[in-house]
Nanobody, 118 residues
Framework: VQLQASGGGLVQPGGSLRLSCAASGTFFSIARMGWYRQTSGHQRELVATITSDGVSDYADSVKGRFTISKANAKNTVALQMNSLNAEDTAVYYC?????????????WGQGTLVTVSS
């Protein structure tokens, strides 16, 4: 299973960015997809996840500003990030819980850098 992420970049405080992540490869299904982020010297932290049933979960720090959704393409999710601030600067990692040969696999994509700066 591979995850292809896109959409990071530089944005001014108060601006918006949209991240996308697509899963491909051989798997039975995707149970959950989401985004985590990490800054230097800190552990990777949850940003937002969404299950195959459409149930979403958010970190308190992004509630009301970020929205995770399933994109039209199968096994693709998008993270709409609004009202960005400097504290959102991080490397964002796409994550998927995939069902592969009757077992769950935790898959990570390559990171995409989001920089919020004027």
């Amino acid at each position: 299973v591979q995850l292809q992420a896109s959409g990071g970049g530089l944005v001014q405080p108060g601006g918006s960015l949209r991240l996308s992540c697509a899963a491909s490869g051989t798997f039975f299904s995707i149970a959950r997809m989401g985004w985590y982020r990490q800054t230097s010297g800190h552990q990777r932290e949850l940003v937002a996840t969404i299950t195959s049933d459409g149930v979403s979960d958010y970190a308190d720090s992004v509630k009301g500003r970020f929205t995770i959704s399933k994109a039209n393409a199968k096994n693709t999710v998008a993270l709409q990030m609004n009202s960005l601030n400097a504290e959102d600067t991080a490397v964002y990692y796409c994550n998927a819980i995939a069902v592969v040969q009757q077992s769950l696999r935790n898959i990570w994509g390559q990171g995409t850098l989001v920089t919020v700066s004027s």
